[in-house]
């Protein structure tokens, strides 16, 4: 049963549900969410805003696309980081933390925010996924190509076919993000230049 709440947008990426971890990606996957769900509730928002509060695994909800070059199509896109049906499960059969049961032939990948952000930061950290070192390039101060070579699939950080109105804010966003990641990360956490 779909039930919907209100959308309410943020000024501030809300942080990750997700523990731990590489403070550059961390703060990459919430220049992400700015971009592509920057609401109070962004882990359960539908292309075009709808909030639906059921996780328990991707909702494969069709909406139509009202503007742009896909205008009068529709998309699956769900959840923080508008994960298409198609794409998430591909990424989760890959990346999630907590498959179904061996035994669950139509077991379905959990989709509850936790969920998401270890599916998305596991598959930043993949070198073999990208054909690129995204961690090294974001150390390196390189988030303009990892920006250019991410836009592919999350199209509104700019470089591709729909940039929206925090695309040109993105690069400070970042920044502001990485401060306080690397402010809130224990020192263990901190990569440095040689890993």
Known sequence: MRQ?????????PKPLAMEGGD????????????????????????YGGD????????????????????????????????FLTK?????????HPDPPAWFEVWGEYSFDPESQDLV???WLRDTAAWGY???????EGRLDDVLRRLSGTWTSLGYGIESNSMTSRLPRIYQNLLEEELENAPSSAVPTADH
């Open 4 to 12: 919907i709440q209100e959308t309410v947008w943020v000024s501030h």
């Open 23 to 46: 403070p550059y990606i961390r703060a990459l996957m919430r220049t992400i969410s700015a971009a592509e769900s920057n609401t109070s509730e962004p882990y359960g928002i539908l």
């Open 120 to 122: 998305v930061y596991h």
């Open 51 to 82: 909030i639906i509060p059921e996780l328990s695994r991707h909702p494969d909800i069709c909406v139509e696309i009202v503007a742009g070059p896909n205008q009068g199509n529709c998309t699956t896109a769900a959840g923080r980081y508008q």
């Open 133 to 139: 070192d995204i961690p090294a390039a974001l150390r």
């Open 87 to 95: 794409t998430w499960k591909e990424k989760a059969a890959q990346y």
